[in-house]
């Protein structure tokens, strides 16, 4: 009966040869190096170890990975519907950015036509000019003696507080 394994084609050996030949001796040392280098004593070793794996393999795993296999699927497709969701959701973002920009400009234009409305031409320059204006005056009242005016004042006030009372 002639047949061939696989890792003698991976290995290129695609000659057939009958399972009762024997192995020839530089194959059987390259057999046996990989079987020493698995920790095995041999390659008989080696295959009795295979075969005995292969007996106590259960069918179920076999099922089992069938099942995953078909969950798989199912993890793909709602991974697919997820992605489709998202460029959708992408997509209502981009819109709504846009009209957020839309809203923003109109606010300004109404802004500058409201200035325009109540004061006239050049409405930002007579704002800066009145914020000008009271930031000066804030500044010169602060160097004002208010403390000594408050004093000198408080008796007169007292006496008017008081006419007021009776």
Known sequence: ???????DAIEGMDEIRDASEPTPAPEREKADRHAKAEGFESEEAYEDYLHAVAEDAPIEEIIVDVERAASREELERQIEDVRAQIDHLRARLHIIRHQAGSVVEENIRWADASAHAQLGRYPWLK??????????VG???????????ATALAPVILVVARERGR
């Open 1 to 7: 009966m002639a047949s061939t394994t696989g890792r």
């Open 127 to 136: 704002l800066s000019a009145a914020m000008a204006a009271a930031f000066l």
């Open 139 to 149: 500044k010169a009242l602060q160097r004002l003696p208010f403390g000594s005016l």
